[in-house]
């Protein structure tokens, strides 16, 4: 997606792109990383509370796409978006739409384990939620529940995904009619438009389970935080 903002980086946006390479780089030489500072769901006993805050300047070392993309996003949006609200303002919008998609992708997997566990023998499921693990000769549709339930509490999310949607909504929000050009395919688009459609997207793509391994639900949960603080802002006589 290509915008119209000139080519010169504000602050934050140059060094939250500066941070999360480093820490890309640094997690490919110590691997180790990885596990520690991505974000296990909070029923994990991997679950610590600082990884809230550290996974969102980690990305996936399978695909160098993964950062590409998002620095790329923070890059083309986030610049005048910074350069509307200041750089004080843009961190703690930063922050807080983080946050946003954390609550709403740890609220979503909550609700999903819980699911998953329905209809279980209460030994079972005690014995599960207590240790973590399962008895494996037991009938296959309850290993099969069982290891369901294992994998949505042990998968880690990691990415600036959640608040690179917050820094999207914002964008949309703010220049609602400044034209965007896609590059696959190469059209353009109004902004209120492009934003529309990829939260349209996560929100399908979140309730349909299609394109697993993606947490839709904090993408959803980072635009649905940025723009409430962009309306209240502006509300408030704090962005014009």
């Known amino acids: 997606m290509i915008g119209q903002s000139g080519m010169r980086l504000p602050e934050v946006v140059k060094n939250l792109i500066i941070i999360n390479v480093i820490m890309y780089i640094v997690a490919m030489i110590f691997p180790e990383m990885n596990n520690m500072f991505a974000m296990y769901p909070i029923m994990s006993e991997h679950f610590r509370p600082y990884q809230i805050v550290t996974h969102m300047f980690m990305h996936s070392q399978y695909s160098i796409t993964h950062i590409f993309f998002n620095m790329f996003a923070l890059y083309m949006f986030g610049r005048d978006v910074e350069w509307r609200m200041g750089a ?57 529940q ?46 209120k438009y492009f934003v529309l459609i990829m939260g349209g997207l996560a929100l399908y793509m979140g309730f349909s389970g299609q394109q697993a391994g993606v947490a839709h639900f904090a993408h959803l949960g980072g635009a649905l935080f940025g723009y409430l603080m962009i309306w209240y802002w502006k509300k408030a006589g704090k962005l014009y």
Do not use: C, W
């Open 88 to 144: 004080k303002r843009f961190l703690l919008f930063y922050i807080i739409t983080g946050l946003g998609a954390v609550f709403l992708h740890q609220l979503a997997g909550y609700i999903e384990f819980q699911y998953a566990l329905e209809g279980l023998d209460p030994a079972v499921r005690d014995q599960f939620l207590e240790e973590g693990t399962y008895n494996r000769n037991i009938s296959p549709d309850v290993r099969d």
């Open 146 to 191: 069982l290891q369901y339930a294992y994998d949505i509490m042990n998968v880690p999310a990691v990415g600036a995904s959640g608040a690179i949607y917050g820094v999207l909504a914002a964008f949309g929000a703010l220049f609602p009619n400044r034209m965007i050009m896609l590059l696959i395919p190469p059209i353009p688009m109004k902004a």
